[in-house]
């Protein structure tokens, strides 16, 4: 066979064994035998070795192609992955239900999903190729994983296009599971090799994804359900339903289990219906996501800094279990609240093993009455946090004395203070307990990201004594580390390393880092795009901070009060020599103040990144729908259906030359 013969033959082969793909794992019905396809992949296999050139990243055969990683790109979203508004409260519900009719002033209907819980992703397609993937992280920058997504089976490498070719560019948002057979394979095999196994089918997903071997998670049994289109060319979708329906045409994994509804009564039966399917699904999901079905109308309503507006998730009942209190004790959490923790005689909660679990406070503890002995019922709050939700009354048993929380912290025995229902041990940056928590939370993903900075290896740091405040951990070296447990030359280089990588850090990292009160991850950013610097963010008065949106009187006073204080000033001042922190840049000149921007088409002078970022750096929104809303199409070579979108409603059009003659004519340097 020449080239050009074999040229021909594994195109043949590439749409037969993709065609086979489709139907074994996303439709679940196979058309040929096992032995079949096996002849037809490995035909492919040696001719694409007989002909390397002729080898593509699309191609079946390299699924498992990638090549171990240092560590995880960070990838920038095409749009924001926001997390959702829940609650298991039908009153809530109904509420949200009534803020969208009354701000849309019509009739609604919704599009109704299971709520699947496993690891939600991002997968970007440019002419129809998979070009990149990435975890959710921050909502706005995820971990590169797109090596890994390969390995999926039901994620397309290449999308179909059977009757009209695929989105010259498309970003979709999915979830990563585990189905609960595979995770019970997979912890047996963990088990059998003597390795700690995962606790539940969503920590076995979201921990495949993030292996640095791409080899290690094709090993894992994962799967794909896609759900959302985040950004798209070239497609005129109008409704959720119609996305669902794309979704399946270009060859996405879409849960079956989808369902449409016009009012609460219909959100409710489809709840009730799956709630008493739950048990037998062959993957865990924890509720309903009820999404407003008309896209136009989701831009009208928007979204908050964390959740849209017009999606909401409607939560099953935790699950319950029976069990015994062994003993109380009270645990010191980074903030330094010290909270009464229920040991448990192990008791198995929806497939996790559930030994302990918080029962909040003093005034919890006395409410409901607990006592060591006693016999509680216990559930996961929200599938997750393990609590007591009760105490079963034994008539004839004599119980333990009342719970009665320490006069000292427990950790460093500082005289433990009351603020309101909780007990704080006030010793904040200096006691061990809370060092250690500190570290841990300073290190984590959506702050400095020092990987392999844990909780284990914090509490090992300050328990020997190399740590004593948060500075002290830029001063580490390799063969202080090596005397610990679970350390070796190359580990203990490998955490020095990171550490010292992670000196150069950005502002909104350092913010959510330094555990300050109220300040979550949506917060430091809006704080870190405001103030642009962390003096500035230190010197502001709590009217400064009140003009961040978002930030109201209550958080102001917190996070102003956090910086006034000597001894955390002192610490902060000590953290900023061992720090180069790389300023936010902030809205230069708000030409486009909150002006709503569609971009679509090829631009030749930006790229789609570099256009999103210099509006969102002038105070204008990137948005993915046209609406009487918009402000702007900005449109590139061939726009697609966009572009008619806004000749219809009369939106103002201007070509990518013209956007950027306007903004020059205001006064911006481009």
Not at 67 to 85: G, I, Q
Not at 223 to 229: F, G, T
Not at 292 to 316: C, M, N, Q, Y
Not at 510 to 539: Q, T, W
Request: one cysteine or more.
């Amino acid at each position: 066979m020449n080239r050009t013969q074999a040229e021909g033959r594994i195109r043949e082969l590439r749409a037969a064994v993709r065609h086979h793909d489709y139907l074994y794992y996303v439709k679940d019905t196979p058309e040929v035998s096992d032995e079949v396809y096996d002849r037809l992949f490995h035909e492919l296999t040696e001719l694409e070795e007989r002909f390397p050139d002729l080898r593509t990243p699309d191609s079946p055969t390299q699924r498992v192609a990638g090549t171990p990683l240092d560590r995880f790109p960070a990838v920038e979203h095409a749009a924001p992955l926001l997390s959702l508004d829940s609650s298991q409260d039908v009153g809530v519900l109904r509420r949200f239900d009534e803020r969208l009719r009354k701000a849309l002033g019509a009739a609604v209907s919704y599009v109704l999903e299971p709520k699947l819980d496993g690891a939600s992703v991002e997968l970007v397609y440019e002419q129809g190729m998979l070009v990149r993937a990435s975890t959710r992280g921050d909502g706005r920058t995820g971990e590169g994983i797109t090596e890994n997504i390969r390995t999926i089976r039901t994620a397309p490498l290449r999308l179909r296009g059977d009757s009209t070719p695929p989105p010259s560019f498309l970003a979709v948002r999915g979830e990563v599971i585990m189905r609960a057979a595979a995770f019970e394979r997979l912890n047996e095999g963990l088990l059998e090799q003597g390795k700690e196994p995962f606790a539940n089918p969503r920590n076995a997903a979201a921990g495949s994804l993030r292996q640095l071997d791409p080899q290690v998670t094709a090993a894992r049994p994962l799967d794909l359900y896609v759900y959302d289109v985040l950004e798209v060319e070239d497609e005129a979708l109008t409704t959720q339903w119609m996305v669902l329906q794309a979704l399946a045409h270009w060859g996405f994994p879409v849960n079956d289990l989808v369902h449409r509804a016009h009012t609460v009564d219909d959100v409710l039966a489809y709840h009730d219906e799956l709630a008493a399917q739950r048990d037998d699904l062959a993957y865990e999901i924890d509720g309903v996501v009820v999404k407003l079905d008309d896209l136009a109308a989701r831009e009208e309503v928007g979204e908050t800094s964390r959740h849209p507006r017009w999606a909401f998730a409607f939560k099953f009942a935790p699950r319950k279990e029976v069990t015994r209190v062994l003993a109380i004790v009270p645990s010191v959490g980074r903030t330094g609240v010290v909270t009464p923790v229920a040991m448990l005689r192990p008791v198995e909660l929806a497939g996790v093993t559930v030994s302990r679990a918080s029962l909040h406070n003093r005034e919890e503890v006395a409410r409901k009455d607990i006592r060591e002995g006693d016999r509680v019922r216990v559930q996961r709050a929200g599938d997750v946090i393990p609590q007591v939700v009760e105490r079963l009354a034994e008539p004839g048993r004599r119980r333990a004395r009342r719970f009665h929380m320490p006069d000292a912290c427990p950790s460093c025995g500082t005289p433990l203070v009351e603020r309101g229902p909780f007990t704080v041990c006030p010793n904040s940056f200096e006691c061990p307990a809370q060092l250690a928590g500190r570290i841990q939370h300073f290190a984590s993903r959506d702050a400095l990201d020092i990987e392999g900075l844990g909780e284990e290896t914090a509490k090992l740091l300050v328990g020997n004594g190399l740590v004593r405040q948060l500075p002290d951990l830029f001063d580490l070296q390799p063969d202080q580390l090596v005397t610990l447990e679970g350390f070796a030359d190359k580990s203990a280089a490998k955490l020095v390393h990171g550490i010292q990588r992670a000196s150069a850090v950005e502002l909104h990292r350092l913010l959510l880092g330094l555990g300050i009160p109220e300040v979550g991850l949506a917060v430091a950013n809006d704080l870190a795009r405001h103030f642009r610097s962390i003096e500035a963010v230190r010197s502001a008065t709590p009217e400064q901070l009140e003009t961040v949106p978002g930030v109201g009187p209550k958080m102001s006073e917190q996070i102003a009060g956090f910086f006034r204080n000597a001894r955390h000033a002192e610490l902060i001042d000590r953290l900023l020599k061992k720090l180069t922190v790389r300023e936010t840049p902030g809205v230069a000149i708000p030409v486009l103040d909150g002006i709503k921007i569609v971009l679509t088409g090829g631009l030749e002078r930006l790229s789609r990144r570099e256009a999103k970022a210099l509006i969102e750096s002038l105070g204008g929104r990137v948005t993915s729908t046209v609406s009487a809303e918009t402000g702007y199409l900005v449109h590139g070579t061939n726009p697609g259906s966009k572009y008619g979108d806004a000749e219809t409603l009369g939106v103002p059009m201007l070509s990518e030359v013209e956007f950027l003659d306007l903004l020059r004519s205001k006064g911006v340097g481009i």
